[in-house]
């Protein structure tokens, strides 16, 4: 018997991976979808989350929410208390990701198990992938000059900043990578990039063309927005909250 698959609310990439589980023969029922076409007519549209409580497990959207209580529903017409959600759950699984510790604390007090996907290290590599790819195509598409020769900052050294340098690098880039911690400065060195400390970076920013940033903290700040190339381009790619101004 195939599963019974509840999915409330999400992105594009969740509307497509209801269409994968549908194409595999899952019956996939899902809530706040009233503004998207399914391709696959066995997709369920259910009206109300009576419909969909049912399910043996309930998918979410990536990230879960942007104002902190509600379900992040795009194509939905109605918001979704995530509270009510986690009252009124069958099943005790929901899948999701980039979930705060407001909502993980309030997950526990109703007995929610929640899989946080961008926890899982492996997914968030793969996921480091696309990312990187697409910031070097706004860069392309937004700038006069080629990333060829071009100096390229990334502040920041984690999954994304590794990624986007050895990708900016083939392209022929003149790569820099931002860190605070020495381990990082160290490995930095070690790729044969350009490391910079962060307590050192107000004196090197007027040289680059573009800036990648991947800190989910405030680093340009008003003092060394001031300090940039006035044709440089600054393309964020922190996660929630970014508090970096572009």
């Keep these: 018997m195939n599963n019974l698959i ?7 990439r969740i509307a497509y991976l209801a269409e994968m589980l549908a194409n595999d023969g899952e019956n996939v029922y899902t809530y706040a979808f009233e503004k998207y076409l399914f391709d696959n007519n066995k997709i369920i549209k259910c009206e109300n989350l009576e419909e969909i409580k049912k399910a043996e497990k309930i998918i979410t959207s990536i990230p879960l929410s942007k104002d902190g209580e509600n379900i992040n529903a795009p194509f939905g017409e109605n918001k979704i208390c995530i509270e009510n959600i986690f009252k009124n759950m069958k099943t005790k699984e929901l899948i999701t990701g980039a979930v705060n510790n407001k909502i993980k604390e309030l997950a526990d007090e109703y007995g929610i198990r929640l899989t946080d ?26 700038s006069k000059i080629t990333l060829h020769d071009s100096n390229c ?5 984690g999954r994304i900043g590794k990624i986007l340098a050895k990708m900016l690098t083939g392209i022929g880039a003149n790569v820099y990578c931002e860190a605070r911690k020495e381990k990082d400065i160290a490995k930095i060195n070690s790729y044969s990039y350009n490391a910079i400390y962060l307590s050192n970076l107000i004196d090197e920013l007027h040289k680059f063309d573009f800036i990648f940033n991947t800190i989910p903290y405030l680093i340009l700040d008003d003092e060394k927005l001031k300090k940039v190339n006035k044709n440089c381009i600054i393309i964020d790619l922190a996660s929630k909250p970014r508090r970096s101004r572009l």
């Excluded at 509840?6 to 594009?12: C, E, K, P, R, S």
């Design 6 to 12: 509840g999915i409330i609310g999400g992105d594009l």
């Design 117 to 142: 996907l961008l926890e899982c290290e492996e997914l968030a590599i793969l996921n480091a992938i696309p990312t990187a790819e697409g910031a070097i195509e706004i860069a392309m598409s937004k």
């Design 153 to 157: 900052l990334i502040l920041g050294f």
